[in-house]
């Protein structure tokens, strides 16, 4: 069985930084044991990296949330504390992107055929149920996992309401 951890956007400005929110650096622990886990049992992973550049205000995204986080290579775009320094650039695929969900993941995905695909990082109820919904797309067969335990987000209600979704959505959700 091939399988992956995809850990989305566990970067600094989500955690303690520009978008920062309580609770959100208690995932790092859990986060290392889950890529440590899955280093031992042989399986891939990979990381998603919100990216911006100097523009952002003038996105769409920008737009409606005007608040510049996850700037290409500032100290606010790295990925967070134990969770980063589990990161094997030499093996682990990384993966950029300017928007929440990635097509080009999904594309990537397809290609790799996965049986099973787990997710954790931040945010819940945005870049990891989007990106939960486009690893769905690209793999229908496979089998989506995502952590309660390894996710969460600044609003426990939308919280609450992204698990729903995901699990409405035939996306395993665990340890709820």
Not at 72 to 83: A, H, K
Not at 130 to 137: C, E, H, R, T
Request: charged share 20%; hydrophobic share 45%; net charge negative.
């Amino acid at each position: 069985m091939k399988r992956l951890l995809l850990v989305v956007d566990y970067q600094k400005d989500f955690v303690d930084g520009a978008l920062g929110f309580p609770g959100a650096e208690a995932l790092d622990g859990p986060i290392a044991a889950k890529i440590a886990a899955c280093r031992a049992a042989g399986d891939d992973v990979a990381f998603t990296l919100d990216t911006h550049g100097p523009d952002y205000l003038d996105t769409q995204e920008g737009r409606k949330l005007p608040v510049p986080h996850c700037l290409l290579n500032s100290e606010g775009w790295q990925l967070y504390g134990q969770t980063g320094q589990a990161m094997e650039r030499s093996r682990d695929m990384v993966i950029g992107k300017g928007a929440f969900p990635s097509l080009w993941l999904a594309n990537w995905l397809k290609e790799q055929g996965y049986d099973r695909v787990e997710l954790a990082g931040l945010v819940s109820y945005l870049c990891v149920l989007s990106n939960a919904i486009m690893v769905k797309a690209a793999l229908p067969e496979a089998e989506i996992v995502v952590d309660a335990s390894c996710t969460a987000g600044p609003d426990p209600a939308l919280h609450a309401k992204g698990l729903d979704v995901m699990e409405a959505l035939q996306i395993t959700v665990l340890n709820r």
